[in-house]
């Protein structure tokens, strides 16, 4: 080495490290952030999914058997001999299967209209010890029948 002549660093310091790794790692947890969140709504939207697929078959049962009362409580254990029992004695099986024991639905009957509602504790994707979920399904069963003037 020559005498007045400037020495180049080499390499980097160690608080140049630190603050690269600092930055990764804030960078990390964001990352972590973003895929929790995106399970627990992953969740909320398979739930919601699935009580739209019990809700529906429910109905398609209604329509197939447009001549029973769906509106009774709905027995304890299945009948295989009675079409209406079996029916929604499975209704009442798949949503505590689908929301756990707190998971409720309801059959309305309204001048001929028929409204399913599945209402199931989504305390996950809200954040909350007491968020409610529902599903509401609204259809008619039957055809009105032909008026003539």
């Known amino acids: 080495m020559r005498a007045g002549s400037k020495i180049a660093q080499e390499g980097m310091t160690l608080i140049e490290v630190l603050v690269a790794l600092l930055i990764l790692t804030v960078g990390l947890l964001g990352a972590a952030a973003v895929q929790l969140n995106a399970l ?6 398979r739930m919601t999914s699935q009580a739209s697929f019990i809700a529906y ?7 197939a058997n447009s001549g029973a009362d769906y509106t009774v409580t709905p027995p304890t254990s299945g009948n295989l001999n009675v079409a209406r029992d079996q029916d929604l004695y499975d209704f009442a099986t798949n ?8 998971a409720t639905g309801s059959i309305a009957l ?3 209209v028929y409204t399913i509602t599945i209402t199931w504790s989504d305390a996950r994707a809200a954040n909350t010890t007491i968020a409610q979920r529902s599903f509401v399904l609204t259809s008619r069963a039957a055809v009105d029948p032909v008026s003539t003037p």
């Open 57 to 63: 078959d429910m109905m398609d049962r209604i329509r």
């Open 95 to 102: 949503i505590v299967n689908f929301g756990g024991p707190t």
């Open 40 to 45: 627990k709504y992953t969740d909320s939207s």
């Open 110 to 112: 309204n001048q001929r």
